[in-house]
């Protein structure tokens, strides 16, 4: 069993930056696939971002992020990071993490094992 806590939600203007982090328990992180996703009110859950376990290992972004986002891990602060420069209105949402054990499936929900509650962001025009 995981827990994920998310934090660093917030308001910005549009064009600014903000950094979010989750922070894992009850598990050896450093075995975890990690993945971000946000979501809306009345919008599906949207992939954002996701980081292999392994040294080396591949990153990937939705389409809509690419560019302006980026996600990073700390294995001895058992956290991940998602840096969001260049914010819109349009990146107003509920932002999740995610820990999967497996190396498949990771830009759907339905690859991950455990979430996180949330943290909000939401950027103004």
């Known amino acids: 069993q995981v827990q994920l806590v998310e934090s660093g939600g917030g308001l910005v203007q549009t064009g600014g930056s903000l950094r979010i982090s989750c922070a894992a328990s009850?598990?050896?992180?450093?075995?975890?696939?990690m993945g971000w996703f946000r979501q809306s009110p009345g919008k599906e859950r949207e992939f954002v971002a996701a980081?292999?376990?392994?040294?080396?290992?591949?990153?990937f972004y939705g389409d809509s992020v690419k560019g302006r986002f980026t996600i990073s891990r700390d294995n001895a602060k058992s956290t991940v990071y998602l840096q969001m420069n260049s914010l819109k209105p349009e990146d107003t949402a509920a932002y999740f993490c995610?820990?999967?054990?497996?190396?498949?499936?990771?830009?759907?929900?339905?690859?991950?094992?455990?979430w996180g509650q949330g943290t909000q962001v939401t950027v103004s025009s």
């Open positions: 995610a820990a999967s054990i497996k190396s498949y499936g990771l830009t759907s929900r339905y690859g991950y094992d455990y």
């Open positions: 009850g598990g050896t992180f450093g075995r975890y696939v």
């Open positions: 980081i292999s376990w392994r040294s080396g290992g591949s990153i």
